[in-house]
């Protein structure tokens, strides 16, 4: 069967609109993270002895727009969000590919279904040679086999299956990818943000300023919020289009098994005079 290739396309399409999307987002006031700024204001100036923890007016990651989230996160925040454009591209591509219609189109069960009852095999082997859709792919070794090689179909309909499913669940390989990777990635930026901020803490002489450590662990935190944000979407799309392709298979394998009973039955009919 033949594919075009939609999942690089979509990807590229996604990219430049997130891209073009987080720099008009972009602002000279969300450049800087804000735990950094803080950072240096006690590094240039000692905390006030009369001043009780968690008064700081930094401005919390809550208030934030999503770029400047994004900008918090550092530079691993680039990989998870690459993962999400690949997800979205390919669970549009899975989407636009495992549609009914497309699959197992009426039209071509219904020509079958008739040129079966006929017993014309030579049409119902043209009429699946002209017609792109995966059943007519299921279904072509089997009358190929019916014509040369008597009626061992089922097990012809059975290899023909395997083959066919294995189509339809080739593109869902890298959801599943996504739905490893993505964690994986925010977690290392998590640990990655944390020991930073470990050491700017200590670096800065502020240790008694827990508002600056909870901070910047809350910001390192971000990855691993986004990684997840990602990786669950992925997931939940990885085995709804594999249940997907395991359903319209079973539909066309029973549509499949009718034809050939039909085919069958017309093969043992006395010829009409």
């Known amino acids: 069967m033949k594919h075009r290739p939609l999942a690089p396309v979509i990807t590229a399409a996604l990219a430049l609109l997130l891209a073009a999307a987080f720099l008009r987002a972009e602002s000279p006031a969300t450049a800087q993270s804000p735990f950094l700024t803080e950072t240096a204001i006690a590094d240039s100036t000692p905390a006030d002895a009369g001043e009780e923890p968690g008064t700081s ?13 994004f900008q918090s996160g550092g530079m691993l925040m680039w990989p998870i969000l690459l993962c999400s454009i690949v997800m979205v591209a390919f669970g549009l591509e899975r989407a636009a590919a495992l549609r009914t219609a497309r699959i197992f189109p009426d039209a071509v069960v219904r020509d079958l279904q008739r040129l079966a009852r006929a017993g014309d095999i030579p049409g119902a082997l043209n009429r699946c040679q002209t017609d792109p859709s995966p059943f007519a792919h299921l279904m072509l070794p089997c009358l190929q086999r019916a014509a040369h090689a008597g009626f061992e179909m089922e097990a012809a309909l059975e290899e023909s299956g395997a083959r066919v499913l294995y189509d339809l669940r080739r593109n ?8 490893d990777v993505a964690p994986l990635l925010g977690l290392m930026g998590t640990v990655t943000g944390m020991i930073k901020a470990f050491e700017v803490v200590a670096s800065s002489g502020a240790l008694g300023r827990t508002e600056l450590l909870a901070e910047g662990i809350s910001e390192a935190l971000l990855t691993t919020a986004f990684g997840l944000l990602v990786a669950i979407p992925a997931v939940v799309l990885y085995h709804f289009f594999r249940g997907k392709a395991e359903y319209l298979l079973r539909l066309m394998e029973d549509a499949g098994l009718d034809i050939l009973a039909l085919l069958r039955n017309a093969s043992r009919e006395p010829p009409t005079p």
């Open 172 to 179: 869902c390989k890298p959801l599943a990818v996504i739905a």
């Open 57 to 69: 007016d930094a401005p919390a990651i809550r208030g934030r727009n999503l770029a400047a989230l």
